[in-house]
């Protein structure tokens, strides 16, 4: 099997391509790693996402909620809060960001 050859059919029919198209965008994965610990604002993400662009987090976000990994809640005061948690769908990436912290320790940090 060719790991490095892909072709939309297979992205379709690939739960890892799929998954992988799914967190592959850069602050992703970080921004899911936040949402894990609970609820959050657009700010609170903002600030724990050092170098983060409000462009970029409103997009990633947009992105997560589009595919059913974020929930969007908004309320109407004045000014306007929103606040952003993770799904049924999202916690299940909590493991996978999980299993990522234990390779990360095991053979990248502290060599």
């Not at 072709?7 to 994965?29: E, F, M, Q």
């Not at 409103?58 to 799904?87: D, H, K, M």
């Amino acid at each position: 099997m060719e790991l490095t050859k892909s072709n939309h059919l297979d992205d379709a029919v690939c739960p890892v391509a799929r998954t992988a198209d799914i967190i592959s965008g850069k602050w992703t994965l970080l921004i899911i790693r936040d949402l894990a610990a609970g609820v959050k604002r657009f700010n609170q993400l903002e600030r724990s996402l050092n170098g983060i662009s409000p462009k970029t987090l409103s997009e990633r976000l947009r992105s997560l909620e589009e595919e059913g990994i974020i929930t969007r809640r908004t309320f109407a005061e004045v000014p306007p809060r929103v606040e952003y948690s993770l799904t049924e769908k999202g916690l299940d990436l909590v493991y996978v960001i999980e299993s990522m912290r234990s390779y990360g320790k095991r053979w990248l940090c502290n060599q």
